[in-house]
């Protein structure tokens, strides 16, 4: 198994740009997060996926940015426009839905996307 | 509301000497608690979870954490520290029903030779 794909690994921008993040999750797997890392607020879930299906977007910072997840193996994270205080380091993570909703299952993180806004 | 709180933005310790990366939380409920680690430049690795039961859990390289109901804490903690475990390190919790994960600011561990 490939694992959490993620791309680009690297996007440097200029501020007012669309930049798109994409993720394909793990085979299976019908639950799908965003996080976001920076030094000062850490780590902080932007949204969250199950079967498809946005479930929680609360940690969205504003209208600038969107996502989607249009299939099963496919999500992406928009950013329209870009401001530099939008660089970061992304993520996304995948993890099997469990029938009993029991919350036991393990996230499997990608290895990021990190973002530089000029 | 859950919470996980870290108190310790960086952790020293010698190779060979026993280590400890704290955590405490907050939840309604019963816990979930994992611990993951991440090294520079990649994603976060999962090392353990406490889900019910034992209250020593055993993870991945030689880690292991103590849930302590009544402190409401979830310590991780290895034996014999290598310098090769320097990394940064997240405690989350989630909520019993909710499947979104919420993690701890982290503990940088460095490990000197």
């Known amino acids: 198994d490939a694992g959490v794909i993620q791309s680009p690994r690297h996007e440097v921008t200029e501020m007012g740009q669309e930049v798109t993040l994409r993720c394909k999750p793990i085979?299976?797997?019908?639950?799908l997060f965003w996080y976001r890392q920076t030094m000062m607020r850490g780590l902080e879930l932007l949204i969250y996926?199950?079967?498809?299906?946005?479930?929680?977007d609360s940690g969205m910072p504003e209208d600038r940015f969107s996502a989607k997840m249009p299939n099963a193996s496919f999500s992406t994270l928009k950013i329209q426009p870009s401001e530099p205080r939008d660089s970061a380091v992304y993520f996304c993570?995948?993890?099997?839905?469990?029938?009993?909703?029991?919350?036991?299952?393990?996230?499997?993180f990608g290895a990021g996307s990190r973002l530089t806004v000029l | 509301a859950q919470s996980v709180a870290q108190p310790e933005d960086q952790v020293n310790v010698a190779e060979g000497n026993p280590l400890t990366v704290k955590c405490t939380y907050s939840?309604?409920?019963?816990?979930?608690l994992f611990w993951y680690v991440q090294y520079p430049n990649r994603g976060l690795q999962f090392l353990l979870k406490?889900?019910?039961?034992?209250?020593l859990v055993k993870g991945s390289y030689g880690f292991e954490a103590e849930f302590n109901k009544s402190q409401t804490s979830f310590h991780l903690k290895k034996p014999s520290a290598l310098v090769s475990d320097s990394a940064l390190y997240f405690c989350?919790?989630?909520?019993?029903?909710?499947?979104?994960?919420?993690f701890g600011t982290g503990t940088r561990l460095t490990v000197i030779p």
């Open positions: 939840v309604s409920g019963n816990p979930y």
């Open positions: 989350a919790v989630r909520e019993t029903g909710a499947n979104n994960l919420f």
């Open positions: 085979s299976g797997h019908n639950s």
């Open positions: 993570a995948s993890t099997p839905l469990t029938r009993d909703y029991s919350g036991a299952n393990v996230l499997t």
């Open positions: 996926f199950n079967n498809n299906v946005p479930i929680d």
């Open positions: 406490y889900i019910t039961g034992d209250n």
